[in-house]
């Protein structure tokens, strides 16, 4: 549902109810658990409601959204296989904002906060409460675009006494159009080598990077 009260303005508002079956794999405990023939489907129902504003010259825009989520049986994963959570409550916002500098060159924002709690009212595994990022984008006049992206996740559960700690990325990828249909673009990920983990024990690439070729017929 939404409703546009003037032409720079909307407010927004969504309900709805989920279901998802536990897959094969989850039920056979994925070959390295035992298997749990007991999981059962997880249900949901949400709702969120936001608004959104943009500048009559369309350069700068924002949008505020709040949520909330109940999961009954949310299928989780330990090291003895996989499980449900018998009841997990979400709830939190997201803040997104965008200004367009000039005609070439724009800024992109977005933070969320996220309040996940499992059965117990212990925060969920792997969801951090902070998050975000900010994307500039440079396309001047001519062959060449390109754009640098700053992540940041913040520090997270990993269980019930460990934390993965909170970490800072930056991407950088640009492209330069050889002509109408050959364009070469490349990709630098974690530019500056920042030690980080998403999931704690496991690893995650180092500097790293791609080149291309993308061909329009």
Not at 33 to 56: I, K, Y
Not at 118 to 132: A, F, K
Not at 161 to 186: K, M, P
Request: zero cysteines; a negative charge.
């Amino acid at each position: 549902m939404a409703f546009n009260p003037n032409e720079t303005l909307t407010l927004r508002a969504s309900w709805g109810q989920g279901f998802k079956a536990p897959t094969l794999f989850q039920l056979s405990g994925g070959g390295f658990a035992a298997p749990n023939p007991n999981l059962q489907p997880e249900t949901s129902q949400a709702f969120d409601a936001g608004v959104d504003w943009r500048s009559r010259d369309g350069r700068l825009s924002a949008s505020l959204t709040v949520f909330n989520a109940d999961i009954e049986d949310l299928i989780s994963f330990a090291f003895s296989g996989y499980f449900n959570d018998a009841e997990v409550e979400t709830q939190g916002g997201d803040l997104a904002g965008r200004v367009e500098i000039t005609d070439w060159f724009g800024v992109e924002a977005n933070y969320a906060y996220i309040d996940a709690t499992d059965t117990n009212g212990d925060p969920l595994r792997r969801i951090p409460e902070h998050s975000g990022d900010v994307r500039f984008r440079i396309d001047p006049e001519g062959p060449l675009s390109g754009a640098v992206l700053v992540r940041y996740n913040g520090e997270e559960p990993n269980s019930a006494t460990t934390q993965v700690d909170g970490w800072t990325r930056v991407d950088v990828n640009g492209s330069y159009d050889l002509n109408d249909r050959v364009e070469l673009f490349a990709r630098i990920e974690n530019l500056f080598d920042a030690e980080y983990q998403q999931i704690l024990g496991y690893g995650t690439p180092d500097l790293s990077g791609s080149v291309g070729i993308r061909l329009r017929y």
